[in-house]
């Protein structure tokens, strides 16, 4: 069975940094790309980018290039979204997804809520 | 960055009723368009890919149609269960964005 697990809610102040984290099990990690995206409170979905696990390949959205970094440890099966300096706008549910054989997101971890608040 | 556009944003239906929402891409994407349900405080969960390809374990009521910038999601006979945010998204180019979602309530 496809898995992705999310790691757990997080409490944080402007300006901290973050890593979030999406473990995969059930599939080769390495063969399926993996996408982040972004809910804001009340709001809709917005696609903030995908990695490659097999070689870290990565692509972002223009609107959170250089806002956020995503990576992946083939090595544990899991990826990763980070901050270096959190903003009270980057409140909101984070999802991963598993980007399928014909690229479309098939399964979806269970979310973690990020909470930016001084 | 191609723009999703759904409508209605919203609309109210009763049990029993069919159901279509209509998703519009700003230029052309082939057939690379997903569907998804959303419920309250609930994950994503994928409904529809390749513009009318069932996800596994999908019940058929849903069905989806379409091709080049003109899709949608039909519910054939809407359920309890079917109240819930509805989301297409593109995935022809990166960007892969999402359209603003359709609310399906009951009336």
């Known amino acids: 069975e496809v898995q992705l697990v999310q790691s757990g809610a997080e409490v944080k102040k402007p300006g901290e940094s973050l890593k979030i984290s999406c473990k995969g099990s059930?599939?080769?990690?390495?063969?399926?790309?993996i996408g982040w995206v972004r809910q804001m409170p009340g709001k809709g979905l917005e696609w903030m980018g995908i990695?490659?696990?097999?070689?870290?390949?990565?692509r972002y959205s223009p609107s959170f290039q250089g806002q956020v970094t995503i990576s992946a440890d083939k090595s544990i099966s899991t990826a990763y979204l980070q901050w270096s300096s959190l903003k009270a706008s980057d409140t909101a549910m984070y999802y991963c997804?598993?980007?399928?054989?014909?690229?479309?997101?098939?399964?979806w971890g269970q979310g973690t809520l990020v909470t930016v608040s001084s | 960055d191609i723009q999703m556009t759904q409508s209605p944003s919203s609309l109210s239906a009763s049990v029993g009723d069919r159901v279509t929402i209509t998703c519009r891409a700003s230029?052309?994407?082939?057939?690379?368009l997903a569907w998804f349900q959303q419920k309250p405080g609930k994950a994503p969960k994928s409904l529809i890919y390749?513009?009318?390809s069932l996800q596994s374990g999908v019940p058929s009521k849903f069905s989806g149609s379409g091709s080049g910038t003109d899709f949608t999601l039909t519910i054939s006979s809407l359920q309890p269960e079917d109240f819930a945010t509805y989301y297409c998204?593109?995935?022809?180019?990166?960007?892969?964005?999402f359209g603003q979602g359709t609310k399906v309530e009951i009336k």
């Open positions: 997804a598993r980007l399928g054989s014909e690229e479309q997101l098939d399964y």
């Open positions: 059930g599939y080769s990690f390495t063969s399926y790309w």
């Open positions: 990695i490659y696990p097999g070689d870290s390949d990565t």
């Open positions: 230029q052309g994407i082939s057939n690379y």
């Open positions: 390749a513009a009318s």
């Open positions: 998204q593109q995935y022809n180019s990166y960007p892969h964005t």
